[in-house]
């Protein structure tokens, strides 16, 4: 299975940005995105693209702020305009779970990186 390793959490205040960045350690032809968890709250998708196509998708929470792009075998998520809700442990994913935005099967089926997180404080 693909190995995922995610980078460039941090802490910013209100209004700031950071860029995450997802290194997979092999390509894949279905999706790769980005999910995020804060305490006591469900996982949610963040953003998602098609590796072949490099077609995006946004939660309407985040759209317009945060931007996924990619570059070969790795995938970008630049967050701008952070708020205090967008804090939380963000995790890279990758696989069919992904381009299906099926939260439970992809956390049993695909590949997921270790997690980075992010504090936005006011």
């Known amino acids: 299975q693909v190995q995922l390793l995610e980078s460039g959490g941090g802490s910013v205040e209100a209004g700031g940005s950071l860029r995450l960045s997802c290194a997979a350690s092999?390509?894949?032809?279905?999706?790769m995105g980005w999910y995020r968890q804060a305490p006591g709250k469900e996982r949610e998708g963040v953003e998602r693209?098609?590796?072949?196509?490099?077609t995006t998708d946004s939660n309407p929470s985040v759209k317009g702020r945060f931007t996924i792009s990619k570059d070969k075998n790795t995938v970008y998520l630049q967050m701008d305009s952070l708020q205090p809700e967008d804090s939380g442990m963000y995790y890279c994913?990758?696989?069919?779970?992904?381009?299906?935005?099926?939260?439970?099967?992809?956390?049993?089926?695909?590949?997921w990186g270790q997690g980075t997180l992010v504090t936005v404080s006011s």
């Open positions: 092999r390509s894949t032809n279905y999706c």
């Open positions: 994913a990758a696989g069919v779970g992904v381009c299906r935005l099926m939260v439970e099967y992809s956390l049993k089926n695909d590949a």
């Open positions: 693209i098609f590796m072949n196509s490099g």
